[in-house]
């Protein structure tokens, strides 16, 4: 598939005009000008790029690309190691942050409730990113929390007693710890999202609303995945998703 066309196509599929982002979406560092096999991964790391270069990749897909606003903006130290080897092998980079968590079906959010078998009532926060959900039945905060320890493979950090009821719950994933407040406006029992503050804890307590942070790499596993998938079944594009370790 020729890169611009990729590109163009990524683009329209998660809609990415829609968004007031902190990092350009879409392809980030051009590469050759034709790709047929991808490597899929939530950051472009270093070790993310290694293991496309292994793969004799032709572009890279992730969720937490480069190019932050407000970053240091000179290519100097780590950044320059990371550019000279995607350049020196000519490797495209894609990389599509909220797009990629909103996306109805390929997002990281939707495929965070179809793991845990919640169905989407409505969304909350900015750019409606975060999501509610009524649950089949009540059920505790502890047992969510094993839950999720099943699911993602991590034990989450939970604020909040195990036997707290939940019937509401809400999230979004990655570094959505901000948006407790707003969850709890919105009528949530327990808020999921990747990351924890200081002041998350306080929040908890004092509005009697569990927490449960569950590891930004961990809750932004799956969008990658699913657009990964997505593009090997409509694009006939070999994409292959590479876990790096990630414990945040």
Same mark, same amino acid.
């Given at each position: 598939m020729?890169? $611009?066309?990729l590109? =163009?196509y990524?683009?329209?599929?998660? %809609?990415v005009?829609r968004?007031?982002?902190y990092?350009?979406n879409? *392809?980030?560092v051009?590469g050759r000008? #034709?790709v =047929?096999r991808?490597v899929?991964?939530?950051t472009?790391?270093?070790a993310?790029i290694?293991a496309?270069i292994?793969?004799?990749?032709?572009a890279i897909l992730?969720?937490?690309?480069?190019f932050w606003?407000g970053e $240091?903006? &000179?290519?100097?130290?780590?950044?320059?190691?990371?550019?000279? &080897? *995607?350049?020196?092998?000519?490797?495209?980079?894609? /990389?599509?942050h909220?797009?990629?968590d909103?996306?109805?079906?390929l997002?990281n959010n939707?495929q965070?409730? @179809?793991?845990? !078998?919640w169905? #989407?009532? &409505?969304h909350?926060?900015?750019q409606?990113l975060g999501?509610?959900?009524?649950?089949? @039945?009540?059920t505790? %905060? !502890?047992e969510?929390?094993?839950? @999720? %320890?099943?699911v *993602?493979g991590r034990?989450p950090l939970l604020l909040g007693a195990?036997?707290?009821?939940v019937t509401?719950?809400?999230w979004?994933?990655? =570094? /959505?710890? $901000?948006w407790f407040e707003a969850?709890?406006d919105a009528g949530?029992? *327990?808020?999921?999202? !990747?990351?924890?503050?200081?002041?998350t804890?306080h929040?908890?307590?004092?509005c =009697?609303?569990a927490y449960?942070a569950?590891?930004h790499?961990a809750?932004?596993?799956?969008?990658?995945?699913?657009?990964g998938?997505h593009? %090997?079944e409509?694009? !006939?594009l @070999?994409?292959?998703?590479?876990d790096i370790?990630?414990?945040v």
């Amino acid at each position: 598939m020729q890169r $611009d066309e990729l590109n =163009g196509y990524l683009r329209d599929l998660l %809609a990415v005009e829609r968004f007031h982002d902190y990092c350009p979406n879409g *392809l980030q560092v051009e590469g050759r000008a #034709v790709v =047929g096999r991808i490597v899929c991964g939530v950051t472009a790391s270093q070790a993310l790029i290694e293991a496309a270069i292994e793969r004799k990749a032709d572009a890279i897909l992730v969720h937490h690309g480069w190019f932050w606003k407000g970053e $240091d903006g &000179r290519i100097t130290g780590f950044r320059k190691q990371r550019l000279q &080897r *995607l350049l020196a092998h000519d490797i495209n980079l894609f /990389a599509f942050h909220l797009p990629l968590d909103a996306h109805a079906e390929l997002g990281n959010n939707a495929q965070l409730a @179809a793991r845990f !078998g919640w169905q #989407v009532e &409505r969304h909350f926060g900015e750019q409606d990113l975060g999501c509610l959900a009524v649950l089949p @039945a009540p059920t505790f %905060a !502890g047992e969510l929390a094993r839950q @999720a %320890a099943t699911v *993602l493979g991590r034990t989450p950090l939970l604020l909040g007693a195990a036997e707290q009821p939940v019937t509401r719950v809400a999230w979004c994933s990655g =570094g /959505a710890q $901000d948006w407790f407040e707003a969850a709890i406006d919105a009528g949530a029992d *327990l808020f999921l999202s !990747g990351e924890v503050s200081e002041q998350t804890t306080h929040l908890a307590r004092e509005c =009697g609303v569990a927490y449960l942070a569950a590891g930004h790499h961990a809750t932004e596993r799956y969008g990658v995945m699913a657009l990964g998938k997505h593009l %090997a079944e409509h694009c !006939g594009l @070999a994409c292959e998703f590479i876990d790096i370790d990630n414990p945040v």
